[in-house]
């Protein structure tokens, strides 16, 4: 099975400061990765995703991810850190079951917290 | 559009109640799922749908069963609520979980079930 490991519990940064929320993934294949975002109260948004092509991927607010396949690594980034980025982060990657259909499989998040 | 939506938002149940959660999407989307979201275990995928008519377990099947009846709703029931099924549940959808396709989901809101 593919997984996703995020070896970082909390990120803490200052605003205006770049930031890096990293991920790890162990697939047979070529992995499919994504990043969501959860802010307090709320379900998880797509922020980005890495299907094929180039390894830097861009994506909502800012965010950027690094795919680096010789480190099997998919690590999130934005160069300048806002107070309002503050929510916890997941990496995820996409699994085929044997009936051919997919699901995803979430990493254990990663709260950042940028403060003012 | 409205999404993905869920119903409740907020949930108490006493040991050995039952209930059923709801989740609707207006998106015509082919594919659905439940997840529980618990402190340090990120999400974890309990049942899902590939079409009306269809469901299949995920990882955390054990004391939830799932209904797909129609299209647009993914129906989430516990037959005996233990405390150990406290959590946050989130429905998801898409339309991209076909062979090759890169399974991008959309999720609802979120339902907070404590049982006591």
């Known amino acids: 099975a593919q997984s996703v490991a995020q070896p970082e519990d909390q990120v803490n940064v200052a605003e205006g400061n770049p930031l890096t929320v990293k991920c790890t993934y162990s697939?047979?294949?070529?992995?499919?990765l994504f990043w969501y975002v959860q802010y307090p109260n709320r379900g998880l948004q797509f922020l980005l995703k890495?299907?094929?092509?180039?390894?830097l991927v861009k994506g909502s607010y800012g965010f950027e991810a690094e795919f680096n396949k010789s480190q099997t690594s998919f690590h999130l980034k934005k160069p300048s850190a806002l107070v309002s980025d503050s929510a916890l982060y997941f990496c995820?990657?996409?699994?085929?079951?044997?009936?051919?259909?997919?699901?995803?499989?979430f990493g254990k998040g990663t709260m950042l917290l940028v403060s003012p | 559009n409205a999404g993905v939506t869920q119903t409740p938002k907020f949930r108490v149940l006493k040991t050995g109640q039952s209930m059923t959660l709801l989740c609707a999407q207006d998106?015509?989307?082919?594919?659905m799922y439940w997840y529980r979201q618990d402190p340090g275990m990120g999400l974890r995928l309990i049942h899902y749908?590939?079409?009306?008519?269809?469901?299949a377990k995920g990882e955390v099947p054990d004391g939830y069963n799932v209904s797909r009846l129609k299209k647009q709703n993914f129906l989430l029931g516990l037959e005996s609520a233990a405390p150990s099924q406290t959590s946050v549940y989130f429905c998801?959808?898409?339309?991209?979980?076909?062979?090759?396709?890169?399974?991008?989901?959309?999720f609802g809101p979120g339902t907070r079930l404590t049982v006591l």
């Open positions: 998801a959808s898409t339309d991209r979980a076909g062979s090759g396709g890169s399974n991008e989901q959309f």
């Open positions: 697939v047979s294949g070529n992995p499919y």
């Open positions: 890495y299907i094929t092509g180039d390894n």
């Open positions: 995820a990657v996409r699994d085929i079951g044997a009936s051919g259909y997919s699901t995803l499989t």
């Open positions: 998106m015509n989307h082919e594919y």
């Open positions: 749908s590939v079409g009306e008519g269809t469901t």
